[in-house]
C-alpha cells in the first residue's frame, strides 16, 4: 500500500488536521474510504484491537487488512491532539471538523465518493457528531461503544448529576495533552498531583484543581460541571443527536455496547431512533463488558465465560466484523448481514455461581439473537416497595407508610462498580459483590455489606420461586420528600445469591444503577427546588440491562442519595452546579403508602421463549 502520512487537512477556520492516509497499491481506483477520527493519536495501536487470541493489531496493519479488500484507509488525530493544529475542547469541534474532513475526501482522485466510519469511545462520539451534520459522502458507520444520543443524560451528565468520569480523563489525557508534551515542567507537575486526594477535596474550581497545570483542560470541564440545566450548552449536535435525529443520513450503522459500558443508554436510544427513521438496516450487538473490553470474559470480580468474548461467538474477530461491515455496505453487495441476526446481545446469568480459578464469581450467560430490542416478547412487571423492606409485585396497603435515612454529603455513598468506564485511578466499572472494600475509593474498608449503611434502603423479593428474565428499560418511581432545598436519590438493581459453601453470606452482583437530581424532578430546563417536607415524585431510569435471575435468588432494589465518584455529591444547599460551600445534612424520606406508591418497573421476558431466541452457533463474520 502507498503511505501518505501527516498530511495536514485545512478546516473552515484554518485549523489543520493530521491525518494518515493508506492507499490500495496495484488496484484501480477510485476507492471506498474507511475514517477513523481520534483523540487517542493516529500512529499508535487503538485499545479496541485487541484480539482474543492476544495480539495487539496496530493502525498500519488495520490498514493494511483494509487497503488489500480495495478500502482506502484514514486516521486523523483530532484538533488539538498530538500532530493536529488547534486548541482541544473536548467533544465540541468534532461534528465541523468531521464534516469538514469528508468534504476534503470526496474531492479527492482516488475517492469514489462513498466513506465508511469506525472508532471506539470518543472516535464513535466524532462519527455521530458529523453524521448530525450530514456530511457528503457518508454511507456507512460502526459505532463501538459511544455515539452522544444526550450527553447531558449519558456521557457527561447524568439525571442532573455530573458523571465524574470527567475528571479523571481529563486529568489523565491532560498529560498528553501539546502542552504536557513541550513542556516537561508541566508533564511532571501533573504527574505529581494526588488525584485521590483532590477527589477528596471536591467541588474543584479554576485554579484549584489537578489540572489547573493544563488551563484549556481545565476550563473546559469546569464548564460541563457548571452547566447542570439543559440549555443550549447541551443542544449542541456534537453531544445530542437526539434533537438531530430526523435529519440523520438513511445509512446502515452497526451499533456496538456493552452492559457495563459508560454508553448504555446513547447506544440503545441511538439504535432505536435509527431504526425508527431510516429504512437502511440497523444492527445492534450488547455484550457484557467493560467499555470496548470485548475479548475480556469477566467484568469486574464476575465472570460470564468464554462463550462471553465477540471472537469466535458473534464474529470471527472484530476486524473481520467491521471488514465485512463495510464490503457490504460501501460496496455493491447487499447492505447488511441478514435481518435475521440483526440484534445479538448477551443474557448474563444462569451459571454455576462458584468462584473461578481466578476468584471470579461464575455468573455465566449466553448469546440471544433477534430481529428487534426489546426482544419479542417482553412485558412489563411491577414491584412495590414496602415499609418491611420487600419487593412485591403487590400493591402497599399500610397507609402513610415510610421509610426515612440521613444523607450526608461529607460521608457519600461509595461507588462499588456499575456501568462505568475512564475513572482510572480512582474508581472501576464492572460487577462487584457489593461490600464496602478497602481497595474502593471512599469505603470504610470493613468488608461489611453496603446494605447495612444507614443511609441505603434495600428491598429485596422473597427467594425466586422460578428463573426470571430482566431483559430491557426499567424505571424507579419514587415518592419522595425532604427537608433540604435538593438532595439526589440513586437506585441500583442487584441480583443476589443466596448463602453457599463458597459465599456464606451469599454474592450481591450489581447489574445496573441511576440517579436523580431532584431540581430536576419536572423539567431538565427549569430545575425547581423542594419545598421541605412536601412529597414528590422522582424517577430514575438506570441502564436497561440483560439477567437472568435464577431460582432461589433475590431482586434486590437499593436506594441512596450518593454513588460517588461516579457521581458528583449533591450538597443538598441548592447551591449552583459544581459549588459546595454550604453543605447540610439532608432528612430523606421515601413514602410506601397506597396514595404514594414507589415501584420498580421492570421490562422482562418468559424463560419460554429463550430457545427461539438462542444463538444457532457461530457466525461468519
Avoid at 141 to 158: E, H, T, V, W, Y
Avoid at 562 to 579: K, L, M, T, Y
Avoid at 597 to 605: E, Q, V
Wanted: aromatic share 10%; charged share 20%.
Amino acid at each position: 500500500m502507498q503511505i501518505l502520512r501527516n498530511q495536514m487537512i485545512p478546516m473552515r477556520d484554518g485549523v489543520r488536521l493530521a491525518t494518515d492516509i493508506y492507499l490500495p497499491a496495484d488496484l484501480p481506483g477510485p476507492f471506498a474510504v474507511v475514517i477513523e477520527r481520534t483523540p487517542y493519536d493516529k500512529s499508535k495501536p487503538s485499545r479496541s484491537e485487541k484480539q482474543l487470541d492476544g495480539q495487539h493489531i496496530s493502525r498500519e496493519q488495520m490498514a493494511e487488512r483494509f487497503t488489500a479488500k480495495g478500502f482506502v484507509a484514514i486516521f486523523q488525530d483530532c484538533r488539538g491532539r498530538y500532530a493536529s493544529e488547534g486548541l482541544f475542547t473536548k467533544y465540541t469541534a468534532e461534528g465541523e471538523d468531521g464534516f469538514d474532513t469528508l468534504a476534503w475526501i470526496v474531492q479527492q482522485p482516488w475517492c469514489n465518493g462513498r466513506i465508511g466510519s469506525m472508532g471506539l469511545s470518543y472516535a464513535a462520539h466524532t462519527q455521530l457528531a458529523m453524521a448530525c451534520l450530514h456530511p457528503p459522502g457518508l454511507v456507512s458507520m460502526a459505532l463501538d461503544s459511544g455515539g452522544f444520543a444526550n450527553a447531558f443524560q449519558c456521557g457527561i451528565r447524568q439525571g442532573g448529576a455530573f458523571e465524574l468520569k470527567q475528571a479523571t480523563w481529563a486529568f489523565r489525557q491532560a498529560k498528553e495533552s501539546p502542552a504536557a508534551l513541550a513542556d516537561p515542567l508541566i508533564r511532571e507537575a501533573l504527574e505529581q498531583e494526588d488525584i485521590h486526594q483532590w477527589f477528596a477535596r471536591m467541588p474543584w474550581q479554576p485554579g484549584q484543581s489537578p489540572i489547573r497545570h493544563v488551563p484549556e483542560y481545565e476550563a473546559y470541564l469546569l464548564e460541563q460541571w457548571a452547566q447542570g440545566s439543559f440549555g443550549p450548552y447541551w443542544q449542541k449536535p456534537g453531544i445530542y443527536a437526539e434533537g438531530h435525529y430526523e435529519a440523520l443520513p438513511d445509512i446502515p450503522v452497526l451499533f456496538m455496547s456493552s452492559w457495563y459500558d459508560a454508553y448504555v443508554s446513547s447506544t440503545l436510544a441511538n439504535y432505536t431512533a435509527f431504526k425508527r427513521h431510516n429504512r437502511a438496516p440497523q444492527h445492534l450487538i450488547m455484550g457484557p463488558w467493560l467499555h470496548g473490553d470485548r475479548n475480556i470474559t469477566h467484568s469486574g470480580d464476575v465472570e460470564f465465560g468464554p462463550q462471553a468474548a465477540f471472537d469466535g461467538h458473534v464474529a470471527e474477530n472484530w476486524l473481520a466484523c467491521r471488514l465485512d461491515w463495510f464490503e457490504r455496505s460501501l460496496n455493491d453487495s447487499p447492505a447488511a448481514p441478514p435481518d435475521n441476526a440483526s440484534v445479538r446481545v448477551f443474557l448474563m446469568g444462569g451459571g454455576a455461581g462458584t468462584p473461578d480459578a481466578h476468584g471470579r464469581l461464575q455468573h455465566g450467560g449466553r448469546w440471544l439473537e433477534s430481529t428487534q430490542w426489546p426482544l419479542p416478547g417482553s412485558q412489563t412487571l411491577n414491584l412495590y416497595l414496602d415499609h418491611h423492606q420487600r419487593l412485591s409485585p403487590h400493591a402497599p396497603t399500610a397507609s402513610d407508610a415510610s421509610l426515612s435515612y440521613r444523607a450526608d454529603p461529607d460521608h457519600p455513598v461509595p461507588t462499588l462498580g456499575g456501568a462505568l468506564t475512564s475513572g482510572a485511578p480512582v474508581f472501576v466499572g464492572g460487577a462487584f459483590d457489593q461490600r464496602e472494600r478497602p481497595d474502593f475509593f471512599g469505603t470504610h474498608g470493613n468488608h461489611q455489606p453496603l446494605t447495612e449503611r444507614a443511609d441505603v434502603l434495600s428491598f429485596e423479593t422473597e427467594p425466586l420461586a422460578e428463573d426470571l428474565i430482566v431483559a430491557g428499560p426499567l424505571q424507579i418511581e419514587l415518592w419522595i420528600d425532604s427537608d433540604a432545598p435538593d438532595t439526589d436519590f440513586t437506585a441500583k438493581l442487584v441480583d443476589v445469591y443466596p448463602p453457599s459453601a463458597d459465599y456464606p453470606e451469599g454474592y450481591a452482583m450489581n447489574l445496573t444503577d441511576g440517579i436523580r437530581r431532584c431540581r430536576y424532578r419536572d423539567s431538565w430546563e427549569h430545575p425547581t427546588l423542594l419545598t421541605p417536607g412536601q412529597r414528590v415524585k422522582v424517577v430514575i431510569e438506570p441502564f436497561a440491562t440483560c439477567n437472568l435471575f435464577k431460582r432461589g435468588h433475590r431482586l434486590r432494589l437499593d436506594i441512596a442519595s450518593s454513588n460517588f465518584p461516579r457521581f458528583d455529591v449533591n450538597p443538598n444547599s441548592g447551591e449552583p452546579e459544581g459549588q459546595a460551600r454550604h453543605k447540610r445534612i439532608a432528612n430523606n424520606t421515601v413514602h410506601l403508602s397506597p396514595g404514594f406508591a414507589s415501584r420498580l418497573i421492570l421490562t422482562t421476558l418468559a424463560a419460554e421463549t429463550l430457545d427461539n431466541l438462542a444463538s444457532a452457533s457461530t457466525p461468519d463474520a
